[in-house]
């Protein structure tokens, strides 16, 4: 059963840094692409950017590009999103997402979400 | 950079057909998806390469394609069915991935 389990809720204040988890199981994580994809408060998803964890290929929308890295550690089936100083812009329910299968782009496994919140 | 453009919301009657378009310059190139995404879950994946349905997703749930715009149908309404529904596509070079603003659907 594919699975992907990210890390608990955060609350950070500004200028802090942050790194979330998405740990999977269930598929060989070196041949699927993951995705991470922002939600503020009320607001729609945002596809923030992808890796490849195979050769840690990675791709940033402009929006995010400088905002924040995202990782992959093969050795524990595990990718990551971090940031170096935090915004209270930044809170947002964030999620990790793998592919589909049978190909193409569409997100078919999601991880439950992690909340950050970013607040003085 | 790219955009895709949804109506921000669509209403429907129970039993009545509901349709959502998505618009984007480089849809005739990219395939489209579709989210149905209900308040404090996680989106659920309906609608993959423009028309192709998931296995467990009703077949009322049909996407089609017509140049630079792309449909999510959904015939005979449920009361289930209100949620927000967003599409998902790339850019012309497939590299960078987005999504439509999302459109909210409601059932009278």
């Known amino acids: 059963e594919v699975q992907l389990v990210q890390s608990g809720a955060e609350v950070k204040k500004p200028g802090e840094s942050l790194k979330i988890s998405c740990k999977v199981s269930g598929y060989n994580f070196t041949k699927y692409w993951i995705g991470w994809v922002r939600q503020m408060p009320g607001k729609g998803l945002e596809w923030m950017g992808i890796i490849y964890p195979d050769d840690s290929d990675t791709r940033y929308s402009p929006s995010f590009q400088g905002q924040v890295t995202i990782s992959a550690d093969k050795s524990i089936s595990t990718a990551y999103l971090q940031w170096k100083s935090l915004k209270a812009s930044d809170t947002a329910m964030y999620y990790c997402?793998?592919?589909?299968?049978?190909?193409?782009?569409?997100?078919?496994?999601w991880g439950q979400g992690t909340l950050v919140t970013v607040s003085s | 950079s790219y955009e895709l453009t949804q109506p921000p919301s669509v209403s429907v009657s129970p039993g009545q057909t509901a349709r959502i378009t998505c618009s984007g310059d480089a849809l005739p190139k990219q395939y489209a998806y579709w989210y149905q995404q209900k308040p404090g879950q996680a989106p659920v994946l309906m609608i993959y390469k423009d028309s192709e349905r998931p296995s467990g997703i009703p077949e009322r749930f049909s996407g089609s394609s017509s140049g630079t715009t792309v449909t999510l149908t959904i015939s005979g309404v449920q009361a289930e069915d209100e949620a927000d529904y967003y599409c998902?596509?790339?850019?012309?070079?497939?590299?960078?991935?987005?999504f439509g603003g999302g459109t909210k659907l409601t059932v009278l």
């Open positions: 998902q596509s790339a850019d012309r070079s497939g590299t960078y991935w987005v």
């Open positions: 997402a793998r592919p589909i299968a049978t190909g193409g782009i569409g997100f078919d496994f």
